[in-house]
């Protein structure tokens, strides 16, 4: 999960008052501090919608692509609030998300993978194909036919 300190380290502090501090207060207010909290709730969910498809989750630690990405779209959901103006710096916001997005859509379709450290036992993505077993059919079995 990613948190408060994660976007504040991510963001200066005036853009995130510009993004969270729909008061006018000039710093962050509980209300303002509820709607960044929201925003990285709804990114992380978004996050682990994608990595779900492969990965058993919660995962056993958390890459940091994973916590830029997901800061990624918690920032563009912010924005978002406020709206993407059209010629600002603001589009980078969005380009960002549309990365991001493509990056998990790659982890979940297994283009992909998440640089996780080894534990006791190999972590297998979810999903993957694993051959077992005796070979049934050979060219000498199947020599009659």
Not at 16 to 33: K, N
Not at 44 to 60: F, K
Not at 70 to 81: G, M, S
């Amino acid at each position: 999960m990613i948190s408060l300190e994660d976007l504040r380290q991510a963001l200066p502090e005036d853009a995130l008052l510009y993004l969270v501090d729909e008061e006018g207060a000039g710093v962050l207010t509980p209300q303002g501090e509820a709607r960044a909290q929201a925003a990285l709730r709804e990114a992380w969910g978004e996050v682990e919608s994608y990595l779900a498809q492969r990965y058993a989750l919660p995962l056993p630690s958390l890459p940091e692509v994973v916590r830029a990405k997901a800061l990624d779209i918690a920032v563009y959901r912010l924005f978002l609030r406020r709206g993407i103006r059209p010629g600002t710096a603001d589009e980078a916001a969005a380009q960002r998300y549309r990365d991001a997005v493509a990056f998990l859509r790659d982890v979940a379709l297994g283009k992909a993978a998440l640089p996780l450290p080894p534990a006791g036992e190999p972590l297998r993505p979810k999903g993957g194909a694993q051959i077992r077993g005796k070979r049934v059919f050979s060219r000498e079995s199947l020599e009659d036919f």
